[in-house]
């Protein structure tokens, strides 16, 4: 099955569109689990546990299990997923782009090493830095479009020649030359949803990975306008400090599970309207 298969069965069995960013940050996570032999898996089982039937996918970002000498726990989390909850397919967040054999090597880690259903990357080295990744067909590339950062302005919103931004040229881009496997979905930010419905009119129903809810400061009403497919569906809605974190006490997986349906039933409270 590929990634794009997957979402779409996730999107049908799960009822949901929330995305759960994977963030563990062992600063913030409970006493409980601190002491174990591996923290930052045990934090992330009891969280997948829980949200599980929330979700229609996991988002671990790579930089928190690097930066924390775990990238033994970031595979034994998706490893995880894997065995457990072979439906929900997991996006390693890793932002990755290069050219030649490094990106090979890049795409040889997101898919071998790690296993990841689908993996994000930067476009602003061309089509030279993403083919290696686009060749895995089965696989999904998630491109960055539109940003939720505020300093995404900077580079993103350039006019071109044309008159057109920078972000649209890389979404016009994406559904067309680039996506010559049909593998691909955009990352387009919750904190700019009227630039995330000029994406959505250009690229069709093709997926799109929203940031910037909860934490950021996203409007749901705003994305759901502006962001749903044909079909009611078409995002990932990602969520991870507004989740993992919700609880600091030995009831943080009860509390994330929590978390997780209530953003779910809201953002399908706006479906269905």
Same mark, same amino acid.
């Given at each position: 099955?590929t990634?794009?298969?997957?979402?779409?069965?996730?999107? @049908?069995? %799960?009822?949901?569109?929330?995305?759960?960013?994977?963030?563990?940050?062992?600063?913030?996570?409970? $006493?409980c689990? @601190?002491?174990?032999?591996? !923290?930052? =898996?045990?934090?992330? @089982?009891?969280?997948?546990?829980?949200?599980?039937?929330? #979700?229609c996918?996991?988002?671990?970002?790579?930089?928190?299990?690097?930066?924390?000498?775990? $990238?033994?726990?970031?595979?034994?989390?998706?490893?995880?997923?894997?065995?457990?909850?072979?439906?929900?397919?997991?996006?390693?967040?890793?932002?990755?782009a &290069?050219?030649?054999?490094?990106?090979a090597?890049?795409a040889?880690?997101?898919?071998?090493?790690?296993?990841?259903?689908?993996?994000t990357?930067? !476009?602003?080295?061309?089509? &030279? *830095?993403?083919? +290696? =990744?686009?060749?895995?067909?089965?696989?999904? #590339?998630?491109?960055?479009?539109?940003?939720?950062? +505020?300093?995404?302005?900077?580079?993103?919103?350039?006019k071109? /020649?044309?008159? /057109?931004?920078? =972000?649209?040229?890389?979404?016009?881009?994406a559904?067309?030359?680039?996506?010559?496997? @049909?593998?691909?979905?955009? #990352?387009?930010? *919750?904190?700019?949803?009227e630039?995330?419905? *000029?994406?959505?009119? #250009?690229?069709?129903?093709? !997926?799109?990975l929203?940031?910037?809810?909860?934490?950021?400061?996203?409007?749901?009403?705003?994305?759901?306008?502006n962001?749903? &497919?044909?079909?009611?569906?078409?995002?990932?809605?990602? %969520? %991870?400090?507004?989740?993992?974190y919700? %609880?600091?006490?030995?009831?943080?997986?009860?509390?994330?599970?929590?978390?997780?349906?209530?953003?779910?039933?809201?953002?399908?409270?706006?479906?269905?309207?």
């Open positions: 099955m990634f794009m298969e997957k979402l779409e069965a996730a999107w @049908k069995k %799960s009822g949901s569109l929330v995305c759960v960013g994977l963030d563990p940050d062992l600063a913030k996570m409970p $006493d689990v @601190k002491g174990a032999k591996y !923290p930052i =898996f045990e934090f992330n @089982k009891a969280i997948i546990d829980a949200t599980a039937d929330a #979700v996918c996991y988002k671990p970002q790579a930089a928190y299990y690097a930066g924390q000498d775990a $990238d033994d726990q970031l595979a034994m989390t998706i490893a995880y997923i894997k065995e457990n909850y072979p439906e929900i397919p997991v996006i390693l967040d890793a932002k990755r &290069d050219i030649g054999a490094t990106t090597m890049y040889k880690e997101a898919f071998e090493r790690f296993q990841g259903d689908a993996v990357v930067n !476009p602003y080295m061309g089509m &030279d *830095a993403l083919k +290696p =990744f686009l060749d895995h067909a089965d696989k999904g #590339v998630i491109i960055l479009c539109r940003t939720s950062n +505020p300093g995404a302005k900077e580079i993103q919103d350039i071109l /020649e044309n008159g /057109e931004e920078m =972000f649209m040229h890389v979404a016009r881009l559904s067309t030359t680039w996506n010559y496997n @049909k593998n691909i979905a955009l #990352v387009a930010g *919750a904190t700019f949803p630039q995330l419905g *000029a994406i959505r009119k #250009v690229t069709g129903d093709m !997926p799109l929203v940031p910037g809810i909860g934490a950021q400061g996203g409007d749901i009403a705003a994305v759901m306008k962001g749903l &497919d044909s079909n009611g569906n078409g995002l990932m809605i990602n %969520s %991870s400090r507004g989740i993992i919700v %609880s600091k006490g030995e009831d943080f997986a009860e509390a994330a599970g929590k978390a997780a349906k209530e953003l779910r039933d809201t953002i399908n409270a706006y479906r269905k309207a």
